[in-house]
């Protein structure tokens, strides 16, 4: 299975209960994971994560379906159409 390209937007409601999970997971996919940016939105209570993924469609789904399922966490994801 080839390569995607993709972006995988990621928001956390409550962090101090899942932030160490977050990171453990994302630290377990750290070979797919490109680039990473984190913001604390005070004003809203949440915290926002975007990464930039490049991994099979296995892969990049076991992620985000791993992220997706902890309590006040939600995931989304865009892929490229093209595969490389």
Do not use: F, Q, W
């Amino acid at each position: 299975m080839e390569n995607r390209l993709g972006v995988v937007g990621i928001v956390i409601e409550d962090r101090e209960h899942t932030a160490a999970r977050v990171n453990a997971i994302l630290s377990d996919y750290g070979h797919c994971i490109v680039g990473r940016m984190g913001i604390p939105y005070r004003e809203r209570g949440v915290a926002v994560i975007a990464l930039i993924v490049d991994g099979t469609t296995d892969t990049i789904g076991a992620l985000t379906g791993k992220l997706g399922s902890l309590p006040g966490v939600k995931v989304r994801a865009a892929l490229t159409g093209k595969e490389k």
